[in-house]
């Protein structure tokens, strides 16, 4: 499958909800095959700007466009994604929850499979979830999973559908430092074995520099001391990231200057 | 000394302290009945035990002279047949419909208020209006179990579904689903578990909308025996009838949640159930 040049492009994207500007003046363009990392402080728009790719949340002005046509206002099979919780159906065991995408897209009625169907799409499953190391947890219900467990179940669902684009939402903010490491190592794998895009918001700026091609930070830059939502956040650094992999100083300091100051003054805008 | 919120009751203790309560109903009565008795052996307001289960055990053996069954199979069976049929009706309207107002907001929109003011109405207000429009037979009185039971479900199950995550039906949707594979496969299901919950708690209420309407105008039903034999102060028989009521409501409730328990695991899972 060739992949046009520019899968995704953004031109003077602007979000707002009434008067309020979240996002302002958003200019990109992404190939396909790249990881992208988000960072920023908390509040400011990472996270609508996921829902925006995602087509919960609609853009109020510019372009977005996904292969040159307008992305489409409603999720589809194309996104994939992984949020920080809820991501898998607690009344489904682990092989349920990767196997409801070829259950939806075989059976438009039922949405379930039997029969040999239903054994195919069970292989395929099961090879999935053996990849993400779920194999003895095959027929576990999520509640018995503990969270590290959740999301590489969530990861392996997400992938079923083989989406041109994943979007992660903080996948691993919940999780222990040394779970966070493998999770690390598997993300890595699959994006390199299946050329995956992926777009990840995390707050940990070590992160974003060790699995991502390419880092976004977000941040507020003008600012109305009178009209404190007239201004919103947009993309200030675009930093291809090298094969060192390691923050250069300043920025790691900037951005964690940036959340610092952030939290203290309570400028948070709740999304 | 611990905090009195740290004390737990074991096991075998826990069924002790649980049977006390009981023991002490048991007791007051005893000793109320055996004075009355003592004064006047005729007394009918507090039968001894053994006039009860005399009486109750001549009702569940013996055939009436007037019908040729016996009374308490048939009240139980006509009883029990208006409430299923009435929990059953409700349960599937609750349901659908929860599940059309809770997953389609269009939907919501149109149903929810109209949905809101009929659970409101008193359902024994409008029992009049029922006898009147089905007459006095058995649709009348599953109609007042459906009307008084069925909003309830409705928005109990509405409310569930609006308080799942939105990841979820999100999630479905990058997974390729349809409107209608969201609703029935994810929505629907888990539904189905609080479903269970919320008609246990219906429970109570569809007993007491069906004993009124038994009182009201039946030829046959628990509800109608007890208001039959009120006229002579029978409580020989009105005393076992509720208990038996009492039991009968009880493994109702205990098989429901036994079903729920078994099938939906994951469901009281996360409840946080902690019996």
Known sequence: MSHPKNLLEARRVEKRYGNQVV?????????????????????CGKTTFL????????????????????LPDEPGPDRGVVFQKYSVFPHLTVLGNVMMAEELAGSRWLGKLFGSARRRAAEAATARIEEVGLTHALHKYPHELSGGMQQRLAIAQALMMQPRILLLD??????????????????????????????????????????GTRLWVFDKIRHDPQAPEAYGATITYDLAIGE?????????????????????THQETPL | MKRLINYTPSRGSRWLLGLVPFALVAMVYLALSNA??????????????????????????????RTGTIPLWDDT????????????????????????????????????????????????????ILFIAFGTGEMAKVALIVIGVAPFLIRDLQNYALRLPDEQLIKAQ????????????????????RL???????????????????AIAAQDGLGYRIFLVRRYLSMDVILPYVAWITLLAFVIDRVLALISRRSFPWYHAEAGDRE
């Open chain 2, 174 to 193: 990058t997974l390729g689903a349809s409107s209608w594979q969201a609703l029935t496969r994810v929505l629907l299901p888990q539904l189905t578990t």
């Open chain 2, 36 to 65: 009355r008795l003592a004064e006047n052996p005729d007394d009918r307001l507090l039968p001894s035990p053994a006039t009860m289960a005399d009486t109750f055990s001549q009702l569940a053996t013996e055939a009436s002279v």
């Open chain 2, 77 to 128: 069976f006509a009883s029990l047949e208006r409430l299923g049929l009435g929990i059953a009706i409700s349960a599937l309207i609750g349901l659908i419909v929860g599940l059309f107002t809770g997953g389609l907001p269009l939907v919501r929109a149109k149903l929810s208020p109209l949905v809101t003011v009929v659970s409101l109405i008193p359902p024994m207000a409008i029992l009049p």
């Open chain 1, 23 to 43: 996002l302002e003046r958003i200019d990109f363009r992404v190939e396909a095959g790249e990881f992208i990392t988000l960072v920023g402080a908390s509040g």
């Open chain 2, 196 to 214: 269970i919950d919320s008609t246990r708690l219906a429970l109570g209420s569809a007993w007491l909308f069906l004993i009124a309407a038994e």
């Open chain 1, 51 to 70: 829902k925006l790719l995602l087509g919960t949340e609609r853009i109020s002005r510019g372009e977005l466009t996904l292969d040159g046509r307008p």
């Open chain 1, 244 to 264: 060192n992999r390691r923050p250069p100083e300043d920025l790691a300091r900037t951005v964690d200057a940036m959340s610092e100051r952030r939290t203290q």
């Open chain 1, 170 to 211: 903080e996948p691993f903010g919940a999780l222990d430092p040394g779970i966070r490491q493998d999770m690390h190592v598997l993300i890595t794998r699959l994006w390199r074995e299946q050329q995956l895009t992926i777009f990840m918001i995390t707050h940990d700026v070590k992160e974003a520099f060790a699995l």
